[in-house]
């Protein structure tokens, strides 16, 4: 989820809320004005019927033409006594001109003439009209709501989405970072404090970590390099003692076993040494290579080696693959994933190569999948140290295909170890 839509998410609850509240104190407010006007027009016509009663003056009619209706009739003294204040409420009142009783307001209130006799006079006034009105600002301060809470909504996001550039440019510059290539400068053209702060630590980690990553590779490219020639020595050397007439057996077996420890460090100090090579650009000099006839190639000579224990291969061909890439590298990286493949195959199983124009995939059988994390990581060994294995092959291929444009996917599916070369887009 993205971070604008996270923080719109988080403030959607309060903001809900917080509206939801506001709508409904302008809603309560505005009835209960309604309501204290409605009340006060029924004193004022209860006011003037009363002071017409007392003065002698004629009443008008119960029924003037208009909703308000009046009634007056007389009460006892113990009546008014236990009803002395006004009261107000709702109520169902007859209305002349509708011939129907309505909803209305009612005001009641007992009051005394000169001669000492109780009267109680109860005035309405309809609330249809009232509640017309409060059904409408019902609905309209909804409307109001859902517009405000959508439009805050929208520019919450198109704000927080704008001060979000810089973040984002840095994101973006992270995802097309590749370490050991060179890069842009990390994106810093911003005044907000925070956000060139973060900037500044980026550039500063990345800086860091190019100039370890430099160091580690000519460490390892010098170190491989300066192996080279103890290691030929030794390994001539041991051929000579090997060779010695006067070689007892047991001194012989010693040396054998010497000489089979001193191969696979040599190998693996070869293999250390064309992986420095690759991370370092020297291998750039591509042309259009057709891996198709380096896989036909592979395959019929590790076929011929791993005879001795009835692993085979089978190739579809379904296209050739043409590809930009050094002639030796392709050699590399094709023979290292079927070596691979053959070296972790079972006896007497089949390594499956298909090749199509946009790829190539070899798989062998296995019974349980790789860890992904770890799986071109150097010196990888699933299942412990095989023998004619440096752990290196997956991380050497690996390098290759990201230097030349190509994408190395490993799945495991239906008993299958399937590792695939493809062009990336």
């Given at each position: 989820m993205r971070l604008v839509y996270k923080i719109t998410l988080t403030f959607i609850a309060p903001l809900v809320i917080t509206l939801g509240l506001w709508g409904w104190l302008s809603y309560r407010t505005?009835?209960?004005?309604?309501?204290?006007?409605?009340?006060?027009?029924?004193?004022?016509?209860?006011?003037?019927?009363?002071?017409?009663?007392?003065?002698?003056?004629?009443?008008p009619d119960?029924?003037?033409?208009?909703?308000?209706?009046?009634?007056i009739k007389e009460v006892t003294e113990d009546y008014a006594l236990e009803n002395p204040s006004v009261y107000y409420g709702?109520?169902?009142?007859?209305?002349k001109s509708q011939?129907?009783?309505?909803?209305?307001r009612i005001r009641r209130q007992v009051f005394s003439d000169r001669e000492g006799r109780y009267y109680e006079i109860t005035v309405s006034l309809p609330t249809f009209e009232q509640e017309t009105l409060i059904e409408h600002v019902l609905w309209w301060t909804g409307i109001l709501f859902v517009v405000l809470l959508v439009a805050l909504l929208v520019i919450g996001v198109l704000v927080i989405d704008y001060n979000m550039k810089p973040f984002r440019a840095l994101m973006k510059w992270m995802d097309d970072y590749v370490p050991g290539q060179v890069a842009a400068p990390v994106p810093s053209d911003t005044n907000v404090l925070e956000f060139k702060k973060l900037a500044n630590t980026v550039q500063e980690a990345v800086d860091r970590f190019e100039h370890e990553y430099e160091e580690r590779k000519i460490f390892i490219g010098n170190a491989s390099h300066e192996l080279q020639t103890p290691l030929a020595v030794c390994s001539n050397r041991i051929e000579m003692l090997l060779e010695r007439p006067d070689l007892n057996e047991e001194i012989a077996e010693e040396l054998v076993k010497l000489h089979r420890s001193l191969g696979h460090l040599i190998r693996l100090n070869k293999t250390l040494l064309l992986l420095s090579k690759v991370e370092n650009g020297q291998y750039d000099d591509a042309s259009?290579?057709?891996?198709?006839?380096?896989?036909?190639?592979?395959?019929?000579?590790?076929?011929?080696?791993?005879s001795g224990r009835g692993v085979s291969s089978s190739l579809n061909e379904g296209g050739q693959f043409i590809c930009r890439i050094n002639d030796q590298m392709a050699s590399v990286l094709v023979g290292n994933l079927a070596k691979n493949a053959y070296i972790h195959s079972p006896r007497n199983s089949e390594v499956a190569v298909n090749v199509w124009d946009r790829g190539f995939s070899i798989s062998n059988p296995g019974e349980e999948p790789l860890d992904r994390s770890r799986l071109f990581h150097r010196?990888?060994?699933?299942?412990?140290?095989?023998?004619?294995?440096?752990?290196l092959g997956l991380a050497l291929a690996y390098s290759v295909c990201e230097r030349n444009g190509l994408a190395l996917e490993y799945e495991f599916k239906e008993k299958k170890h399937i590792f695939s070369v493809i062009l990336k887009k």
């Open positions: 505005m009835s209960s004005r309604i309501h204290k006007d409605t009340d006060m027009i029924l004193k004022d016509y209860s006011d003037n019927i009363i002071a017409r009663k007392l003065s002698g003056q004629e009443l119960r029924f003037n033409g208009a909703y308000n209706t009046y009634y709702d109520a169902e009142a007859y209305l011939e129907d009783f309505a909803s209305s259009e290579q057709n891996l198709t006839d380096y896989l036909k190639d592979v395959l019929a000579l590790n076929d011929e080696v791993y010196f990888y060994q699933p299942k412990g140290r095989r023998e004619g294995s440096t752990g």
